[in-house]
Nanobody
Framework: QVQLVESGGGSVQSGGSLMLTCATS?????????MSWYRQAPGKERELVAK???????EYADFVKGRFTISRDNTKKTIYLQMNSLKPEDTAMYYC??????WGHGTQVTVSS
């Protein structure tokens, strides 16, 4: 069974930084999957934040371009989301996703003004 475990969330002030980590289960064929970060704020739809292909190509939502960086370590079967210049509107539950079908349980990010 594929397991995705997010960590690194927390509470920061506006302008601060956080790094999220998503670790996958040992038997998962990580290197074959594109990986994504999504977020969902209360009362809002879940939205794509960033995606990285199995070859390392990246895509970002316009609202995080220049502030967030997604990366992956195929040896550790882990992806990261470095979040800089955080804003209160970045407050949300952040979810890791593997391919089209596997989701983690999320990690909360709260940014105060």
């Amino acid at each position: 069974q594929v397991q995705l475990v997010e960590s690194g969330g927390g509470s920061v002030q506006s302008g601060g930084s956080l790094m999220l980590t998503c670790a996958t289960s040992p038997g998962f064929t990580f290197s074959m999957y594109y990986m994504s970060w999504y977020r969902q704020a209360p009362g809002k739809e879940r939205e794509l934040v960033a995606k990285i292909t199995n070859t390392g190509n990246t895509e970002y939502a316009d609202f995080v371009k220049g502030r967030f960086t997604i990366s992956r370590d195929n040896t550790k079967k882990t992806i990261y989301l470095q979040m800089n210049s955080l804003k209160p509107e970045d407050t949300a539950m952040y979810y890791c996703k593997a391919g089209p079908q596997y989701w983690g349980h999320g990690t909360q990010v709260t940014v105060s003004s």
